[in-house]
């Protein structure tokens, strides 16, 4: 059971997990020393989620309503996340892409309160003491990141601490996973982006990422300890890890624990589904149809991959066409030589 029940009078505001602002009843307020704390008027939820979106949608900029929001998960979650499952469509390009991407590159401005835990290659040898320093004890997904491929912009280090917040907060509003067995987690080995390096705000470790056996060392001990600390069973997602060290990472670990990469498999397993979900429609067995891939990057090959799965469940075998179209310096990263292969 966590300790926040047990909260009473200002800390019973001061607290996101139990603050309710203006909608705590009025024997709430007496139960909870909260009497007079507040203005006396209580506001029912749905007036309390009308206000917020009124004040969101007058704000200048999407990056102004991203930090509004984080503002509103810090102060009040259970309103935060009524507002995220009651106006999903207006919220969810806010909370998560395409705003987070600009989240995370001004991450070093707008920093104001943690939301996860931090784990840097200097802590090797203690990881398990750092993951003992987060308060929840019942944690059933963790999804981490080391920053070196965050959407589209490349290498940001510390700053894509976003990504996991901004993934897990679509694990409450949009799947109804309590926000306490959720944990953020970035792993900061450093950076080679010499822009944030440079970067006086910068809040994560200033200095090239760190390679080889130093880093494969540390992504095991960070595995031995997440799964000591809060169990075999809880789930450790990757996320928006670097080409060469997501394939190689998911091939190690995925039998040892509880463990997928979104990347290859989330993304994979909702783009075959709507493709599954298209010939029904169509009536055309999935050999027939010709896939195009923009690019060979971990989302095209994860996607290919289970498409080769699913043809071969079907019967008909691999024989579709798979085009990728790459630039000449992403050839390495393909994995896969097939003779159903067209590179373009």
């Known amino acids: 059971m966590s300790y926040r029940r047990y909260l009473i009078g200002r800390d019973v505001l001061l607290d996101g997990r139990t603050d309710k602002g203006t909608a705590f009843s009025i024997e709430e307020r007496q139960a909870l020393r909260i009497h007079g704390l507040l203005p006396p008027s209580i506001a029912s939820p749905e007036l309390q989620v009308e206000r917020f979106m009124e004040n969101l949608r007058n704000l200048p900029d999407d990056l102004s309503r991203y930090i509004a929001l984080l503002s509103l998960q810090d102060r009040n979650e259970t309103l935060f996340y009524r507002v995220v499952m009651e106006h999903t469509q207006e919220t969810m390009p806010l909370v998560y892409t395409p705003t987070v991407g600009l989240a995370c590159q001004k991450y070093g401005l707008i920093f104001a309160k943690p939301k996860g835990l931090f784990v840097s290659i200097h802590d090797k040898g203690h990881i398990y003491d750092v993951l003992s320093n987060w308060p929840e004890h019942d944690i059933r997904a963790i999804v981490v990141t080391d920053g070196e ?127 599954l979900s298209s010939i029904r429609i169509t009536q055309r067995s999935l050999s027939d149809n010709i896939f195009l891939f923009y690019g060979a990057g971990e989302a095209s090959i994860g996607m290919s991959d289970l498409l080769v799965i699913a043809m071969e469940r079907e019967g008909t075998g691999c024989q579709g066409k798979f085009f990728l179209h790459v630039p000449f310096s992403d050839m390495k990263c393909l994995l896969t030589e097939s003779s159903n292969w067209w590179i373009e």
């Open 149 to 275: 491929r965050i959407l589209g912009l490349g290498d940001l280090g510390c700053n894509g601490m976003g990504i996991p917040v901004g993934k897990l907060s679509l694990y409450t509003g949009l799947a109804g996973v309590a926000p306490e067995y959720c944990l953020p987690l970035m792993l900061d080995v450093g950076t080679n982006n010499k822009t944030l390096l440079n970067d006086k705000y910068y809040l994560g470790l200033r200095q090239n990422r760190v390679t080889g056996k130093e880093y494969d060392d540390f992504i095991d001990e960070f595995m031995q300890a997440a799964s000591k600390r809060f169990g075999h069973q809880c789930l450790i997602q990757f996320e928006d890890f670097a080409n060469h060290n997501a394939f190689r990472l998911l091939a190690k670990y995925r039998d040892q624990y509880c463990t997928f990469n979104d990347d290859i498999q989330g993304t994979a397993s909702v783009a075959v589904a709507g493709i």
